[in-house]
């Protein structure tokens, strides 16, 4: 396993640079980690809380649909969608997404 560490070397050249008194520089390594087998005190094993990874992929089935929109909204969603660092179509669909089922909740009544 390779490793850095940063030595101070005085009259060295690194490269084609000389290097300077004072003048950080990194080496590599390769030094191997030894691995003991001794007992680890306050560890304690936890018990799988996170859902499968079927379960986090969020796919649905998309539709291509053609919409005109007023260049005010398109703007609007672009900047959220940067400001979140995604795609504004993502953000798009999600408020879509959000509303339908917001609207579907309120129309069929709870059992």
Same mark, same amino acid.
């Given at each position: 396993m390779?490793?850095?560490?940063?030595k101070?070397?005085? #009259?060295l050249?690194?490269?084609?640079a @000389?290097?300077? @008194? #004072?003048?950080?520089?990194?080496?590599?390594?390769?030094?191997?980690?030894?691995?003991?087998?001794?007992?680890m005190d306050?560890?304690?094993?936890? @018990?799988?809380?996170?859902?499968?990874p079927?379960?986090?992929?969020?796919?649905?089935?998309?539709?291509?649909?053609?919409?005109? =929109? =007023?260049?005010? =909204?398109?703007e609007?969603?672009? #900047?959220?969608?940067?400001?979140?660092?995604?795609?504004?179509?993502?953000?798009?669909?999600?408020?879509?997404?959000?509303y339908?089922?917001?609207?579907l909740?309120?129309?069929?009544?709870?059992?």
């Open positions: 390779l490793a850095l560490r940063a101070t070397d005085r #009259g050249f690194f490269g084609h @000389p290097v300077f @008194p #004072g003048f950080l520089f990194f080496r590599y390594v390769n030094k191997r980690i030894i691995y003991t087998d001794e007992p306050g560890v304690k094993p936890i @018990p799988d809380f996170l859902p499968s079927h379960a986090l992929v969020l796919r649905e089935d998309n539709v291509k649909v053609t919409l005109q =929109s =007023s260049r005010s =909204s398109l609007f969603f672009k #900047g959220e969608a940067t400001a979140h660092n995604t795609h504004y179509q993502r953000v798009i669909r999600r408020r879509l997404d959000d339908a089922t917001r609207r909740r309120r129309v069929t009544p709870p059992s």
